[in-house]
């Protein structure tokens, strides 16, 4: 009996008229995404980074090039508020430098340095690998599948298309 399976004979005893069989979906998606964040949590407090940051620097690599701080919160799912504080932070470290293009100077865009590469290119990977490890059991059709079938659940949360 795994933990979200506890959960449900725990609930079934206080609320016996509650269905919890999404909980054998939702839940499980919650505490594998908690572990795996944990872990990769784990492994950047060594380079005092976060998760969230290690989520905006990878924005920006994705992207190839600098980015609004607008594009940045569409991007990351993250507020706008928590964006900026995070810029901030990772500006002062050097990961991130703040320009005002020439073509356009109504806003600021946002571009990784040389270090902040450097960083994504080391810790994305590693957090890759630990993916692929969690699914380690499944074999390639059924991987396909889990995501295919996640991906029609997310598809119903987030129809938006980036």
Do not use: N
């Not at 940045?72 to 504080?85: D, H, R, V």
Request: proline share 5%; aromatic share 2%.
């Amino acid at each position: 009996m795994d933990y979200i399976e506890r959960v449900r004979v725990q609930w079934a005893e206080r609320l016996p008229g509650v269905d919890t069989a999404p909980a054998e979906v939702g839940a499980r998606v919650r505490r594998i995404a908690a572990l795996l964040d944990a872990a990769t949590e784990a492994d950047l407090a060594g380079r005092d980074l976060t998760r969230p940051e290690l989520d905006l620097l990878t924005a920006l690599r994705r992207a190839g090039r600098p980015l609004r701080a607008g594009e940045i919160t569409t991007m990351t799912g993250a507020p706008g508020a928590s964006i900026t504080k995070r810029l901030d932070r990772l500006a002062r470290a050097g990961l991130v430098e703040r320009t005002v293009p020439e073509r356009d100077r109504r806003g600021v865009v946002v571009a990784l340095t040389a270090a902040g590469e450097r960083l994504v290119d080391e810790a994305f990977p590693r957090q890759v690998d630990r993916e692929r490890d969690a699914l380690a059991d499944l074999d390639e059709t059924q991987r396909a599948e889990l995501g295919r079938l996640l991906a029609v659940v997310l598809h119903r949360l987030d129809p938006v298309d980036y």
